[in-house]
């Protein structure tokens, strides 16, 4: 029997109250921030003149969030940061460590936003897009209830990443044709590597191993006259399934075949290995560690019916969103807050009747 | 199969009309209208979303770049943004 999905602890039966409820009351927007979601908010007053606009323009897009991302934000975020432009390597929308957000203030300054043939909604799109995938890096790291790294490896090979066949032939056979097996054998291959790896820890546990060590035990290229020569303990050389099957196509056919032939595969089992699970964007494929959070990304904004089909997505549903939906039926549907919550505007609120408005 | 050789599906939902999108420079081909809808996007670049890693900090963040025609991946990108934008289903076929 299937044992029962916990509860996320991020869902409270805490309500939101809009944005537009605090600016009725002409209350600033960093005062909504600041107590919707209880973090710091600091907003850069550096850098270029008019950005007051656009501010209120990255207020407006957190306030449309869906109600799991706002609850992540709530929940893990402690400090929220609105920083110009300078602070961020070039052409960066938004990044997230160890519990601080920050967004780029100027975001729809940023060149690669500003050809005028292009959607007006696009660098909308794209700043919501960065807002739930760095919430999706901060759940899923986050060690007072993210993802046990046993499910974080069932998202990489829901995925497609594979090792090169002729470095590690096992996940081509039958222990690769379910993610299950697929991501037992990798937790036992990383265990046998580093034993501080715990499946059922989220990364940013005490005593884990940080996110960047899990991206170089995972996906670092050594080569075997690197390892033979130094006490490098190596890694599984996992690699995106675009990425392996570029790099297949660029090696001789006959001799692959041979090769593939000694360790029991033939280039027929290995194709099919590599088409059964394909990354959702090439993002996905960059590094370990942004495919759980692309995942995340890809479950609150779908372009396409066609990619729900993809293995990564019912991973992603029942690792990332299971346990949040499963607190929601449990405590039951939220409606928006009909007040912010300092008693004294919200008594100014129902004096004014927009309570009753803003309610519906 | 390399990318210049892989095919796209796109289909309006709402009126069952299809289009199939291949090659480089890219070809639509289909029901004329939906392919009329079409063609502006296929010579258009297309900003995608990357990731950035300050390796010094350990600071993670999503960087936006343009992928412009005929560099890789920019087909499946292009396609994808004009998908959402048009409301139609893409899919990849053989």
Partial sequence: MQDAVPLSPYRSDRQYARLETYRRLGLPDTTWAAEQFNVRVHVSSAGPMGFEPRTAEIWETVDRLPLQVKDVLRGVIDELRLDHDGSFPIGTLGTWRDGVMRINR??????????????????YDLLRATLVHESGHALIEDPRGGVPLRDFVALIAASGWLPHPLDDPVPYGATGRQVSTLSSYYLSRLRRMDPSWDGEL???????????????DLMYAVGKSTLARTADRGSLCLQGPEQLLGRLRTENPRRLREKLAERGLSLELVDAALRRRRALAPYAEESIAETPAEIFRYLHVPFSRGERSHQSVEEGERVLL????????????????????????????????????LGR | ?????????????TGGRTAEVWGSPPR???????????RP??????????????????????RVVVLVPGSPGWLPACLKRAAQELRLQLREGG
């Fill in chain 1, 202 to 216: 989220p990364l940013g546990s005490p005593g884990m191993p940080s996110a960047l060590q899990l991206d170089r």
């Fill in chain 1, 322 to 357: 299971e346990p949040w939906r499963t607190a929601e039926r449990t405590l039951g549907a939220r409606r928006a807050a009909l007040a912010p919550e300092r008693p004294w505007e919200a008594i100014q609120l129902v004096r004014r009747g927009i309570g009753r408005e």
């Fill in chain 2, 1 to 13: 199969m390399t990318e210049l050789e892989r095919r796209y599906r796109l289909k309006d939902l």
């Fill in chain 2, 41 to 62: 996007y296929l010579d258009l670049p297309v900003p995608v979303l990357t990731q950035s890693l300050d390796q010094e900090t350990g600071e993670r963040g999503t």
């Fill in chain 1, 106 to 123: 100027d975001w729809s300054l940023i060149p690669a936003l500003r050809e005028s043939r292009w959607h007006k909604d696009l660098g």
């Fill in chain 2, 28 to 38: 639509a081909e289909g029901e004329p209208g939906l392919c009329a809808l079409l």
